[in-house]
């Protein structure tokens, strides 16, 4: 559970009094943008913009579709790319409003887009005119490191 204002990579300490999100502050958010990659931190942060935040404002939750082009030699051997982008469209957005469901929200609407998540988020910003956009920490492989 995130309790803290500053999001949830930071420290899970209880608030005091004076730093919690004031009606004020709430008011004035509007719209948020909140990216997702699916990861435990991403969602996190989708959870913590869309309900503590600002839950009254506009959320869109963005999700980036980064799909590298087909090498020549697998082509005809591998579905299309142009396949392979719709599939993972649609499992995007399906996962997308599962959650929205699950949450209860109703002021949230859904963008899945082609590109580099940096751009995709910043470019679903712009065109919903966000006041704030919120990702969470970048998720970090498993394995060696």
Known sequence: MIDDIHGPSL????????????????????SIVAGTD?????????????????????????HALEIPPQPRFLRGVLPSRDEVVERERNAAIEKLNKLVEERGW???????????????????????????????????PRGLG
Request: some cysteine; overall charge positive.
């Open 38 to 62: 699916f990861s435990m931190q991403s969602l996190d942060a989708v959870n913590w913009a869309c309900s503590k935040l600002a839950p009254e404002a506009q959320c869109t939750l963005v």
């Open 106 to 140: 109703s002021r949230v609407n859904i963008e899945v887009r082609e590109g580099r998540p940096d751009r995709v988020i910043a470019d679903v910003a712009k065109d919903v005119k966000a006041d704030r956009v919120v990702v969470g920490e970048h998720a970090r």
């Open 11 to 30: 420290s899970r300490r209880p608030l005091r009094e004076e730093e919690k999100v004031s009606d004020r502050v709430k008011h004035t958010i509007d």
